[in-house]
C-alpha cells in the first residue's frame, strides 16, 4: 500500500527561501501547527541562527523559539532546535566567524537527525544558495539531509527568476521540490501580478498563496488542504 493510500506522514521537510526575509519561519511555523493538528509530533530545527538578540539566559534565537513553540515543545527544547547562536545578524557562516567557531555542513546535518517518529521540519537560513558555514551552502545542507524542499518566495514583481533559479538548482542537485509558497508581504502589489499561474506552467508541484496580512490560522487552514498536509506525500515537480 502506497503512503498516499496509508495516510503516512512525509518524513519532513527542508524549508528555503528565494531571499532573507521572505517568511519562511511564518510558513514553518504554520506548518508545525498544522501536523499537530493532525496528531503528529514534528522535530524542528533550525541549527544555526545569526541576530539572536540577548536575553535572560543568553543569545535568544527568534526563529528557533518560534518554532520551538509551534511543535507544542517545552523552551527548553531550543538547545536541541537551534544549537548555534550567534549575536551578529549577518550570514550565519560569517557571524560564526565573528566569534572565532567554524561550523561544518557535517555538524548542522548530525544536529538535524531525526530524534522521534514525527517529521522533521529544517529551516535555512537566507536563500537556498546563501552561505550557511564555514564549508558549505543551504545546498549542501539540504543535500545531505535529502529531505523534499518547501520553496518559500514574496509574491513579488521578479520573484519568477529566483523561483526558477531555484528550481533548476534543486533539479541538479537530485532533490525533490514538495511545493511553493507565494508569500505576499506588500498592500501596493499590482492585484495583475500572477506568480503562481506562471509558476504553475511551469512545475506539477503544488503552489499555495499566502495573502498579505494572513494571520497564521488562515495559512493553516490553506495548508491543510495541500499535498504539504502530512495526509499525503508531496509530488516531485520532476515527473
Keep these: 500500500m502506497s503512503p498516499t493510500q496509508t495516510g503516512a506522514p512525509p518524513q519532513g521537510l527542508f524549508v ?18 498544522l501536523w499537530r493538528d493532525h496528531g503528529l509530533r514534528p522535530q524542528p530545527r533550525k541549527p544555526v541562527e545569526s541576530g539572536c ?6 543569545l ?4 528557533g523559539m518560534n518554532l520551538t513553540r509551534a511543535a507544542g515543545l517545552p523552551d527548553a527544547a531550543i538547545e536541541q532546535v537551534t544549537p548555534w547562536r550567534f549575536p551578529d545578524a549577518i550570514a550565519p557562516d560569517q557571524a560564526a566567524a565573528n ?8 555538524e548542522l546535518a548530525a544536529a538535524c537527525a531525526p530524534d522521534g517518529t514525527g517529521p522533521r521540519l529544517v529551516e535555512g537560513a537566507g536563500g537556498f544558495y546563501s552561505p550557511l558555514c564555514a564549508d558549505g551552502l543551504n545546498a549542501d ?13 514574496e509574491d513579488r514583481l521578479g520573484t519568477l527568476n529566483t523561483c526558477l533559479l531555484t528550481l533548476e538548482a534543486l533539479e541538479r ?9 507565494l508569500n505576499r508581504r506588500r498592500v501596493d502589489a499590482d ?3 500572477d506568480n503562481a499561474a506562471a509558476l504553475r506552467s511551469r512545475t506539477s508541484a503544488p503552489i499555495i498563496e499566502s495573502a498579505e496580512g494572513i494571520t497564521r490560522a488562515a495559512l493553516v487552514q490553506k495548508l491543510s488542504t ?7 506525500p508531496p509530488e516531485d515537480s520532476r515527473s
Excluded at 528555503?16 to 501547527?33: H, I, P
Excluded at 535568544?60 to 526563529?63: C, K
Excluded at 542537485?173 to 509558497?181: C, D, F, K, S
Design 16 to 33: 528555503t527561501g528565494t531571499d532573507t526575509g521572505v517568511g519562511k519561519t511564518f510558513v514553518s511555523c504554520a506548518l508545525l501547527e
Design 53 to 58: 538578540p540577548p536575553g535572560p539566559d543568553g
Design 60 to 63: 535568544r534565537p527568534e526563529d
Design 99 to 106: 566569534q572565532g567557531v567554524r561550523l561544518t555542513i557535517a
Design 141 to 153: 545542507l539540504a543535500e545531505a539531509l535529502g529531505l523534499p524542499v518547501l520553496l518559500v518566495a
Design 173 to 181: 542537485r537530485g532533490l525533490q521540490l514538495a511545493g511553493i509558497v
Design 191 to 193: 492585484p495583475r501580478l
Design 226 to 232: 495541500s499535498k504539504l498536509s502530512g495526509r499525503t
